[in-house]
C-alpha cells in the first residue's frame, strides 16, 4: 500500500478496533496519533507495542465530544508535525435498550460520541487539510447504521447519520484534493461485541456467510486501503466490512 501522507490520527484507539487500526497503520510506516479519553495505561501500552515493531507513534488525550479538545488536539499535532494528513473518526460507545425503554440521555449521549464527534472530526480536518490541498479521513460507521437492529434505535441513528454526512462530506471536499469514505463493519470480535450474551453471538454466526465474527485486523486494513493512495479515485464510499452480513 502506498501513502503520499506521513501521519495520521485515530479516535478511540486504546483499544478494540482503533488499537488494531494504529498498529496497522503504523506498519505501513504512518506516525500514528494515539487518542484516549480515559484509557491512559491502555494507549501507553498501543504506543510501546508500535514502537517496539519499530514503529512512530504518540499518544494525544481529548474527549471528542468537545469541539475544543479535539480542535486542540489537531493543532498540537500540525504544530509537532507541520501538517496533518489522514484522521479516522472511530471513537464510539452503545447503550442498547429497547426504545420504549430508551432514556433521552441513552440517545443523546450515543448521538454525541459517534455522530456528533464525526462532525467535529471531520470539519476541523477540512480547515486544515484544505491548505494543504491532500488529505484523507475515514469514518468508523456500523453495518447496525444500513440495516437497523431491535435495541440500537439510538446507535442505528448515529451510524446512519454518518454515512450520509460521510458522503456529503466527500462532495464539499473533493475539489480541494480531500477524500472522505466510511466502512460498516458487521460484528466484530471486540470488547464491544464481548458484552454480547453467548446465545445471541451464536445467533449471530449462523446467519453470516462467512460464519464467523471479523477480526480487528480485517477492519483496520480497509482503511488503510480507505486512506491510501490505492483509493485515490474513491470518494464518498461507504465499504461493508461484514462477512456478507448485509449485502
Ligand atoms: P471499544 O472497544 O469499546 O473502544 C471504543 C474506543 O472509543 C475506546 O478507545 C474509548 O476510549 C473510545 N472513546 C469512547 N468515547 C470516547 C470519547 N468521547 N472521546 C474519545 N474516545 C472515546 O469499541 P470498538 O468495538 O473497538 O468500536 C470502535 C468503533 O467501531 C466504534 O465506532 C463502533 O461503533 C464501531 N463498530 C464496532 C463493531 C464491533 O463489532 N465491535 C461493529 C461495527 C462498528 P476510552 O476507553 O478512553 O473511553
Do not use: H
Amino acid at each position: 500500500m502506498k501513502f503520499s501522507g506521513s501521519n495520521v490520527l485515530i479516535t478511540g484507539a486504546s483499544r478494540g478496533i482503533g488499537k488494531e487500526i494504529a498498529k496497522t497503520l503504523a506498519n505501513f510506516g504512518l506516525k500514528v496519533w494515539i487518542n484516549y479519553r480515559n484509557g491512559i495505561d491502555a494507549a501507553e501500552l498501543v504506543k510501546e507495542e508500535i514502537e517496539k515493531n519499530g514503529g512512530s507513534a504518540a499518544i494525544i488525550k481529548a474527549d471528542v465530544t468537545s469541539e475544543k479538545e479535539f480542535n486542540e488536539a489537531i493543532k498540537t499535532i500540525v504544530d509537532s508535525d507541520g501538517q496533518f494528513s489522514y484522521l479516522v473518526n472511530n471513537a464510539g460507545i452503545t447503550k442498547d435498550k429497547l426504545s420504549l425503554r430508551m432514556s433521552m440521555e441513552d440517545f443523546t449521549s450515543v448521538l454525541n460520541t459517534n455522530l456528533t464527534s464525526t462532525f467535529i472530526g471531520c470539519k476541523a480536518a477540512l480547515k486544515v487539510m484544505r491548505k494543504q490541498r491532500f488529505g484523507s479521513i475515514v469514518n468508523i460507521s456500523s453495518i447496525v447504521g444500513e440495516m437497523g437492529n431491535p435495541g440500537q434505535v439510538n446507535y442505528a441513528a448515529s451510524k446512519g447519520g454518518v454515512n450520509a454526512m460521510t458522503k456529503s462530506f466527500a462532495k464539499e471536499a473533493a475539489s480541494r484534493g480531500i477524500r472522505y469514505n466510511a466502512v460498516t463493519p458487521g460484528f466484530i470480535q471486540t470488547q464491544m461485541t464481548d458484552e454480547l450474551n453467548s446465545n445471541i453471538k451464536e445467533e449471530y454466526e449462523k446467519n453470516i456467510p462467512l460464519l464467523r465474527f471479523g477480526q480487528s485486523s480485517e477492519v483496520a486494513n480497509a482503511v488503510a486501503f480507505l486512506l491510501s493512495d490505492y483509493s485515490s479515485y474513491i470518494t464518498g464510499e461507504i465499504l461493508k466490512v461484514n462477512g456478507g452480513l448485509y449485502v
